[in-house]
């Protein structure tokens, strides 16, 4: 079994709102990934949690915040956002290999839209 | 640093005929590559892997790649294509810990 699942699928939110997305995976894998992507553009790397502490902030804006409850669970909790923040975000893990040999395995995506 | 270039940012192919997608890569050491598909509002979707035991990779779907050290490529190709074929291909190389280096992107058209 190779499914990462993520919730919801699309989201509506406004500049004040407060939201969070939800990922999670049962693969066993130790790290976890958020992406955002943009319309006809490849994924972004936002976050990389490894063992469950963050590894990689790619210079994400504070209003991004990831969090890693266990070893299965992502979260990513949006505060005030932009319009510019519409996207669809993706969620993908990986089991832990040798260095750029890991193989991500991605979510469905939550597609967010902000008002 | 690895970096990878897909040739085409389109290609459109008849249903039945075959597929080719191109990609280059550049690389100082010997690189992780792989092939994912999108379909419109979907995650991303591993096809293949190539990560040195073998040259031709064989992956899902009846795709396949084929790695040539000589002409630094990693094209994907699949003998006859589907109409459910149709979507966006990316190229994709191991970058380093848990970092990928995205292609561009190919986006495959099939026409009945």
């Known amino acids: 079994d190779t499914e990462v699942t993520q919730t919801p699928k699309h989201l509506v939110m406004g500049m004040t709102n407060k939201k969070s997305l939800k990922c999670e995976q049962h693969m066993g894998h130790r790290a976890m990934y958020w992406y955002k992507q943009k319309a006809k553009k490849p994924p972004e790397l936002m976050f990389v949690y490894s063992y469950e502490k963050l590894s990689i902030n790619e210079s994400v804006p504070s209003r991004f915040s990831p969090e890693c409850p266990n070893s299965s669970l992502l979260n990513l909790h949006l505060h005030a956002l932009q319009p510019e923040d519409s996207a669809l975000y993706l969620c993908a893990s990986s089991r832990p290999g040798l260095a750029g040999q890991e193989t991500q395995y991605f979510g469905p995506g939550t597609r967010l839209l902000v008002l | ?112």
């Open chain 2, 1 to 112: 640093a690895q970096s990878v270039t897909q040739l085409d940012s389109h290609v459109s192919v008849s249903e039945g005929t075959p597929v080719l997608l191109r990609c280059n890569y550049s690389s100082s050491y010997s690189p992780s590559l792989f092939w994912y598909v999108q379909h419109p509002n979907k995650g991303l979707q591993l096809l293949l892997k190539y990560t040195s035991a073998a040259t031709l990779v064989k992956g899902i779907n009846g795709f396949e790649a084929e790695f040539k050290k000589s002409e630094t490529s990693f094209h994907l190709t699949k003998p006859s294509a589907h109409m459910s074929d149709a979507a966006e291909y990316f190229c994709v190389g191991g970058a380093g810990s848990y970092q990928l280096t995205f292609g561009k992107g190919t986006k495959l058209s099939v026409i009945p």
